[in-house]
């Protein structure tokens, strides 16, 4: 099978396989055109993996362009975000990145040639009152009083308005279409508006903004944009971007394509909300490792391979469906089930001593119990150890298989150990359980045919590493939380537990980015911000099966 045949098909490649065969077009050119005004999240991921994809597949180009025509909310923190986590994502512009304002004096020349033909005037009604005079769903709009001025006062007033002669609100250009259009984006919409601020990119050069859909495809014809893809929020918006470019002089006629959004249970996916996560505290900023961010996905150990197989596994198509998370993490775990080396934490540690064993030893584990190739690591193994609280019982039934009073359990990579008295807090708390160990079971079974079932991980109370564990969970309580009157109100208060553990020595040099399985626990990786090699941090990327499954259906 053919490297076309293999992959993946879906309404959009087959528009291009027919474009490319009927001579339409005979390279792909696609773009990828965020709002430089927050951080991206995992349904930017779907729209990058999609439009470099297809560049990529086609042998064609992407740009990186920015859609910055709103520098109130826009900052130089947010463009620089977003290269990175392009780049991250493994894919790569072609060109020199760009911008939309490197259009303003050509968007400025099309707007005067629409005032020119009489399809554009200066209206100055008030955004209150353009919003009364649009009209409903069920009622047409009413003309501007303005709308009938001269071409000739429309391109004097259109200076004006270039050289801050209005106030904020006090007049704009808008199109002029049908007021009485079934369609309200065609109700004569606003093509530029004065806004008096300082742009990222152009400084202070202009005072006013065009708006987004008389930007963009305007910036696609210039760039030679052949397919340029949108979500279904944007298909009425179409008829906008046919209608600007029939009515300039352009040689380029880009074509608007409309596919799915992705929408992910237990998360939110409007920048509105989530800058209001991040604006009202209710998170650690735009990268805390519960945000559906692609910052916040690295930082909490989801892969670019993860996010990419994620994506390409929902697809492209035109119909609206909720994504459930576990479809997220299934990509994670299998991911690093593959590639993460092994390591022991304990989370919920409680004493052993081993009253027979007086020496300390290293002992030689691999890496991966599938992959010789990844190699081995030195574990220590002293008198005392750690081991989890819930790996203890007093008493227990057979289907039990860790360790129990009077009973025998192997720790992982070392010796059959039994235990035989406990130590008790006033509350009642085991504080230590005293064992001994079997010198002959080291890699072995024992020597007088015993069976020993249970294995438990352990870490070395000695030579072990004090640890915060940060163990995350879904931001949200219900599945859709966007449909929440008051969204914030439905955060999960226990989205985020940090434990005090000890894990190995091994992971003083864990690397930020690279996964890591604690084993019997879960995938977790090294704090890119917040740990240090004094004070280590670890998060919990995703548990090692899907827990939410039994939850749900309880």
């Not at 859909?213 to 052949?226: K, N, P, R, Y």
């Not at 994506?311 to 994670?332: H, P």
Request: aromatic share 10%.
């Amino acid at each position: 099978m053919s490297e076309v045949e293999a992959r993946p098909s879906n309404f959009i490649r087959q528009i291009i396989d027919k474009d490319l065969a009927d001579g339409k077009h005979t390279r792909i050119h696609t773009r990828f055109p965020p709002e430089p005004n927050g951080y991206l999240h995992i349904g930017h991921a779907k729209s990058i993996c999609l439009n470099f994809g297809l560049a990529q597949d086609y042998q064609g180009q992407c740009n990186l362009r920015f859609d910055d025509t709103n520098p109130a909310k826009e900052d130089i923190e947010y463009v620089e975000s977003i290269k990175q986590d392009v780049n991250w994502l493994g894919f790569n512009w072609d060109g020199e990145i760009c911008y939309s304002s490197n259009y303003f004096d050509a968007l400025y020349g099309y707007a005067v040639e629409l005032i020119e033909k009489g399809l554009a005037y200066v209206d100055e009604l008030t955004p209150d009152e353009i919003r009364e005079y649009r009209g409903t769903l069920k009622e047409p709009g009413k003309n501007s009083p303005y709308r009938d001025r001269s071409v000739e006062e429309n391109l004097v007033l259109f200076e004006k308005m270039r050289n801050g002669g209005f106030e904020e609100g006090k007049a704009c250009l808008r199109a002029k279409i049908d007021m009485a259009s079934s369609f309200i984006v065609m109700r004569d919409p606003v093509l530029y508006r004065v806004r008096f601020i300082n742009h990222h990119q152009t400084g202070d050069k202009w005072c006013i903004y065009p708006m987004y859909d008389f930007t963009h495809c305007i910036s696609d014809a210039l760039e030679g944009i052949t397919h340029s893809l949108c979500t279904l929020e944007f298909q009425d918006n179409r008829r906008l971007y046919d209608w600007v470019l029939e009515n300039i002089t352009i040689d380029t006629r880009p074509h608007q394509y409309e596919f799915s959004r992705l929408n992910l249970e237990y998360t939110v996916m409007s920048k509105r909300k989530l800058n209001q996560l991040v604006t009202e505290k209710l998170v650690n900023g735009w990268d805390d490792p519960r945000m559906p961010t692609i910052s916040g996905l690295r930082r909490r150990g989801f892969t670019p391979g993860s996010i990419r197989e994620f994506c390409s596994r929902i697809g492209v198509t035109k119909q609206d469906n909720m994504i459930e998370f576990s479809s997220l993490e299934a990509c994670i775990r299998e991911d690093l089930n593959e590639n993460a080396p092994r390591a022991m934490a304990v989370l919920d540690p409680v004493k052993v001593v081993i009253e027979n064993f007086e020496s300390e030893e290293v002992l030689t584990l691999a890496n991966h119990p599938n992959k010789p190739e990844m190699g081995s690591r030195e574990v220590p193994f002293t008198r005392e150890v750690w081991i989890e609280a819930d790996d203890f019982r007093e008493e227990a039934n057979k289907k039990y298989k860790r360790l129990v009073l009077g009973k025998e359990v192997r720790l992982r990579g070392a010796y059959v150990i039994q235990a035989n008295r406990i130590e008790k807090d006033e509350q009642g708390n085991v504080t230590t359980i005293y064992c001994t160990y079997d010198p002959e079971t080291l890699g072995k079974n024992p020597s007088d045919g015993r069976k020993v079932k249970g294995v438990i991980h352990w870490v070395s109370a000695e030579k072990g590493l004090a640890a915060d564990v940060r163990l995350y969970d879904r931001l949200f309580t219900v599945p859709n939380p966007g449909a929440a009157d008051d969204f914030a109100a439905t955060i999960n208060p226990d989205s985020l537990m940090v434990k005090k553990a000890f894990v190995e020595p091994s992971l003083i040099s864990a690397k930020a980015g690279v996964g890591i399985q604690f084993e019997r626990t879960g995938y977790f990786c090294i704090d890119s911000k917040d740990s240090s090699p004094q004070a280590l941090v670890f998060n919990r990327t995703v548990g090692l099966r899907d827990t939410w499954a039994k939850i749900e259906v309880q």
